[in-house]
């Protein structure tokens, strides 16, 4: 009983440090992943001991981690992952081994590594990068569904499927020429990974729409939740058993639901869940860092911080330029995933006991991870005025001129008089329709293949690339445009492409979507004429036709619709994010 007790103090203590962090790190106007890792660096037993206990927490955060993966799973739609499928298996290739490459011979140069062994796993822990930092940042930011967002999750995603491979070859790392060839290490590791994800796809096409149909039927929301938690904890124990990565299993779980009718459903279900556990995930690792190791050995801590984070960088941002990309996603990829993953703790466990590294090495790089984690929320809001501030550089714009070579299925020269459409998704495909079936011509631009192979299908003119870029706003012909619809996912593109077209046509009338009400103002102020907030709209249209029911004179709709509108919805604002 007094274990019990103790266990419940400590999970009330956790939540509660987590709470408090969390709040104090928003009222500084910076991301609750921070207050976090904070929280979990004063109450940890490296701190001010408040836990007594911190392998019940540990085993929570574990949770945590799969919920957070399972609800990716679950959003991640596998035709966004189809349309990076490239990058995302060859460039975590490449990024992986020249990162494993480069550290290995830093460190045999230097003598800071016995062997070409210990270089080569030094390498591999620094390869890694955190799904479950970054995932939580995205989403803070809104930003999963963005270009940048769906290739920094891809290329994680293959980076942790390449740890179960790691996890197995170390021990023969270790042994060096041992009973059992390195090849047939990796033979067995590819042989589980494969069986596993044919027998994933088996069971998400035939048993689970069918398990879950049933359960739905039911009506039960407590039986439709906890199919969905044996669900995701079900195939994370099976990945876990078969030497890879939990997270693997619970993010493979989340994409078996996501194909089904009951998707958005499961998503509700789970995210309080995932909130709930990510938080302790996050607080666990803030209890990993030990203060005084951190005092007595700053200077060479903050050079190793300075060292992966820059280096990671660097060998990133080329990969993604070099499979097409724009400087802008390169930038925020490459910031985006340049810090030490969590799960390279679980690597380093395991080449500690194998000898491979050093108590005080261990030590030193949970310090060093830790404080990549925190300033990767820190990297991201950097990235946007680095991308722009490489705009401006002469000599990078010359190299772009070769590396962004838009692709375009119209001559952009002789277009005038026509309507720019930043975006082929969801709003900017019915714009494009709606104004081609009234006899306007239209430009779109866009940066996915699929979208762009629908349009070279449907013959509508675009430029391929992404809309914020200078060199794509170059062919647009903007000058000549009589408008510019602004109909992008993600709200940073929106208001840097805002500011170039404006700058480029003073006069051009530009019309852009708002994510949230505090952009309505901001876009407004940074020139557009009109600014649409679709929830906004969907509330006017409902209220609309209701208000017709109850008697309302047409005219007088028009009127009201008209005056709220002008006014940018601030009669409606009150309590709306």
Known sequence: MAAELGFTLDLMKVLGAAAV??????????????????????????????????GNIQGLAELGVAFLLFALGVQFSLEELNRVRNIALQGSLFQMGLTAGLVS?????????????????????????????????????????????????????????????????????AQGSGETPLWQVIALVVLKVSSFLL???????????????EVAITESSELFLLTLIALCLGVALVTAELGLSIEIGAFVAGLMIAEIDYADQALAKVLPLRDTFASLFFVSIGMLIDPQVLVDNFGGILGLVSLVMVGKALIVLPIVLGFGYSLKTAVLTSLGINQ????????????????????EAYLLLLGT??????????AFNLAPALSTWLYQRPA?????????????????????????????????????????????????????EAAVQTMRHEKIPFVMGDADSELILAKASLASAKALVIALPDPISTRLLLRRARAI??????????????????????GAQEVVQPEFEAALALCTHLLATLGQ???????????????????????VS
């Open 21 to 54: 962090g969390g709040y104090l790190a928003s009222r500084l106007k910076q991301p609750v992943l921070l207050g976090y890792l904070a929280s979990g660096l004063v109450i940890g037993p490296l701190g001010l001991k408040l836990i007594s206990d911190t």
């Open 105 to 173: 011979l830093v460190a045999l140069a230097f003598g800071w590594v016995d062997g070409a062994g210990q270089g080569l796993f030094w390498g591999a822990l620094l390869s890694l990068s955190s799904t479950a930092v970054v995932l939580k940042t995205l989403t803070e930011r809104g930003e999963i569904n963005t270009r940048h967002g769906q290739i920094m999750l891809a290329v994680l995603i293959a980076q942790d499927l390449a740890l179960g491979l790691m996890l197995a070859v170390v021990p023969a790392i």
């Open 199 to 213: 027998g994933a796809v088996l069971a998400g096409r035939w048993v689970v729409p069918v398990i879950i149909r």
């Open 340 to 359: 030490i993953g969590e799960f390279s703790f679980v690597l380093a466990i395991v080449g500690l006991e194998n000898g491979l590294i050093s108590q």
């Open 369 to 378: 991870t830790a404080i990549t984690l925190v300033m990767t929320p820190l």
């Open 396 to 448: 990078v714009l010359r190299l772009l001129s070769r590396l962004e070579s838009p692709d375009a299925n119209v001559h952009l020269d002789e277009m005038s008089g026509h309507v720019v459409v930043a975006g082929y998704g969801r709003v900017g495909h019915v714009i494009v329709n709606l104004l081609r079936q009234q006899g306007h011509p239209v430009l779109v631009l866009e940066n996915s």
């Open 505 to 526: 046509a003073p006069r051009l009338d530009i019309i852009a979507r708002a994510h949230t009400t505090k952009e309505l103002d901001q876009l407004s102020q940074l």
């Open 553 to 575: 004179i047409d005219d007088q709709l028009d009127t009201t619709m008209a005056k709220i509108r002008a006014n940018h919805y601030r009669s409606l604002r009150s309590n």
